[in-house]
């Protein structure tokens, strides 16, 4: 499971650092799939190690862009929202044993997990990229287009490479 964990966190970051930091899409919107890492992380890790993993990987981004520690701070954001998730929805003894899954969480819950963590995370990140309220709507406009971008793809990802039917 930790080398499944390992391999997963490895080939998220060479994607988003190799691939989709590299893509200029229109408008500099961003396409965070790193942070489908912290999407999937088990449900038994402590708060703690989910914060530091969150942490990590954003850092191992911020090396690879030569940003200043803003993917550090959002992926913590993310973790931290994820924690907050699990705490609300209140997960049940069954679904504890393994990771989120489309397929553990159904459709609904997983894409409200998605959502609300990818959203927070953008927020985080072009708010401290724009470092400014003068552009607000601009900023607004990114945080709306990558989210749904990111969880766009956060979604394919989950269906196409998950290994259960979902019902």
């Not at 930091?21 to 919107?29: A, F, T």
């Not at 999937?40 to 708060?47: E, R, V």
């Not at 749904?148 to 290994?163: D, P, R």
Request: glycine fraction near 2%; aromatic fraction near 20%.
């Amino acid at each position: 499971m930790v080398l499944k964990n390992i391999l997963r966190f490895l080939l998220l970051v060479f994607v988003q650092s190799a691939i989709l930091s590299q893509i200029g899409l229109p408008l500099n919107i961003h396409v965070f799939i790193y942070i489908y890492f912290i999407l999937l992380i088990p449900y038994k890790t402590p708060s703690w190690l989910v914060l530091l993993l969150g942490f990590f990987s954003g850092m191992t981004i911020d090396v690879f862009s030569g940003s200043v520690s803003i993917f550090a701070f959002s992926a913590t954001l993310a973790a931290f929202v994820r924690i907050v998730f699990f705490r609300i929805i209140n997960i049940n003894e069954d679904e504890e044993h393994g990771s989120p899954s489309l397929k553990d969480m159904k459709f609904r819950r997983f894409f409200l997990y998605t959502f609300w963590t990818s959203l927070f995370h953008s927020t985080a990140f072009f708010l401290l990229d724009a470092f400014s309220f003068a552009n607000f709507s601009y900023t607004l406009f990114l945080i709306i287009a990558s989210t749904v971008f990111s969880v766009f793809l956060i979604m394919l990802c989950e269906v196409l490479f998950s290994k259960k039917n979902v019902d």
